[in-house]
């Protein structure tokens, strides 16, 4: 393994920002637009997923693409004005990580859910573009999170092996599909010692200097399969 080949695969929402609250705000405001109805505990246990899972999950399957459409991208647009309008703060860590990765010759790339224009919007209000040398975004892939194919693709546009790459997420499914893509993964969060990850942390600023090297030398974490 190369050094210049090693790779660290960014989730965004709640890993690098918390930006749990705008999308709070967003969902709440536009279904109430709609005259639908919608719990916090329903949109955490949705949170991190695509839109389209989302709100079918949400609706019921029966719901049409046309209104999927139409209320995801009222959605993502005034989740994006919060972005722009009220800011965003890197959670404790991130930015100091993704910096000290670039300077040790890491290649970086997003690999997230949401769509380029949120991911795009989150990196000018953190002013962390100049840091990743790849995005991947919802547009990019046929299917969410577990499947591993977004990381997949972030790992081909670094030209990395997955088996050079670390992922770091917030989520289960992420830390599923950074398993089934065959990369080591870190958990971060308040929940990141369930998620089933090589490595977890509750905030990124408590990882030691070396965590991301010497985890590479380590074996991926081996989660049970969900289908058993």
């Not at 992922?167 to 398993?179: H, I, P, S, T």
Request: charged fraction near 25%; aromatic fraction near 6%.
């Amino acid at each position: 393994m190369t050094e210049q080949r090693r790779a660290v695969l960014w989730d965004l929402d709640g890993t690098l920002v918390d930006s749990e609250e705008y999308h709070w705000l967003a969902w709440k405001e536009i279904l109430d637009r709609e005259g639908i109805s919608l719990t916090r505990a329903q949109f955490l246990s949705s949170f991190g997923q695509r839109n389209d899972a989302i709100l079918r999950g949400w609706l019921g399957e029966n719901i049409s693409l046309e209104l999927i459409r139409k209320i995801g991208d009222d959605k993502e647009a005034r989740y994006r004005e919060l972005v722009r309008t009220q800011g965003l703060a890197p959670l404790p860590g991130a930015a100091e990580w993704v910096e000290r990765l670039h300077l040790e010759g890491w290649r970086q790339a997003i690999a997230s859910s949401a769509p380029r224009l949120n991911v795009e919007a989150v990196l000018d209000a953190l002013y962390l573009r100049k840091w990743f040398q790849a995005t991947t975004a919802a547009e990019d892939v046929d299917a969410g999170k577990p499947d591993p194919q977004v990381f997949l693709v972030a790992a081909s546009r670094l030209n990395s092996a997955p088996g050079a790459c670390i992922v770091v997420e917030d989520a289960r499914a992420g830390v599923e599909g950074a398993r089934r893509a065959g990369m080591r993964s870190i958990g971060v969060g308040k929940n990141a010692s369930s998620l089933g990850a090589d490595l977890a942390t509750m905030l990124l600023s408590d990882l030691p200097a070396d965590s991301f090297s010497s985890l590479l030398a380590r074996p991926p974490a081996v989660m049970a399969d969900p289908s058993r």
